[in-house]
């Protein structure tokens, strides 16, 4: 019987890993691409910028907005969330051109959707030790073996959400001065989304000058 719970407790164990490996490799991995920077742009930094998600959903876009308000705070930046202002929907450009003169933003951050695509890529094959306990007919002990096992390989499909991002530089001509796409690996959740993209842009923004460096 001793043996029997020795076998089951180093049973128990690989798959414990392997499920915390799992788990681990289910999360969101944000990048930047087709980044663009007006060369122009000097400063000095943003400081009062106002959030703006695209989404239809308002819960979406809620949390959307606190995501990157959330950010901003981190950076000096007072970020506010549109939806402050206009809780029922998105606001078209004149609502924002109104919101802007009365609230003296210096900066808007927009983002919105970017459709998604999808990729299949091969895992390969591995070997791998597994345990294989047998009772033994003489004596009536349980023992315990370890044998390889392979594990052949298999096709997984990915999916890749992007997110279109600008900031729009409101102190002079307001122009925009940043652009940049982001592509989500297999995310999991809009909220997920939202807290990669935050995190990744706000240091990209802070690395070109438009925020301060923390």
């Not at 407790?9 to 788990?23: E, F, I, Q, Y």
């Not at 809620?62 to 929907?89: K, M």
């Not at 306990?133 to 009536?140: E, H, I, K, Q, V």
């Not at 992007?162 to 959740?189: C, K, M």
């Amino acid at each position: 019987m001793i043996a029997l719970r020795s076998a089951r407790r180093r049973m128990v164990l690989p798959a414990l890993l392997a499920a915390l490996a799992l788990t681990a490799g289910c999360a969101a991995n944000t990048g930047l691409s087709n980044m663009w920077r007006d060369p122009e742009f000097s400063g000095p930094p943003l400081r009062n910028v106002v959030v703006v998600a695209i989404r239809r959903n308002n819960v979406q876009r809620r949390l959307w907005e606190d995501g990157f308000a959330e950010q901003f705070d981190r950076y000096g930046v007072r970020a506010t969330p549109s939806y402050r202002l206009f809780p029922e929907q998105v606001p078209d450009t004149s609502q924002l051109l109104g919101a802007i003169a009365d609230r003296g933003f210096d900066g808007v951050l927009i983002t919105r959707r970017a459709g998604s695509s999808t990729e299949d890529r091969y895992v390969p094959g591995y070997v791998t030790t597994r345990p294989v306990t047998y009772r033994s007919p003489w004596t009536g002990w349980y023992h315990t073996a370890w044998t390889n096992v392979y594990e052949p390989g298999y096709v997984e499909t990915d999916r890749l959400v992007y997110n279109d991002v600008e900031l729009w530089d409101l102190r002079d001509t307001g122009d925009i001065v940043w652009a940049g796409t982001t592509h989500t690996l297999n995310p999991s959740s809009s909220a997920e989304v939202n807290d990669e993209i935050s995190k990744v842009i706000l240091p990209e923004l802070a690395r070109q000058g438009f925020v301060p460096r923390r």
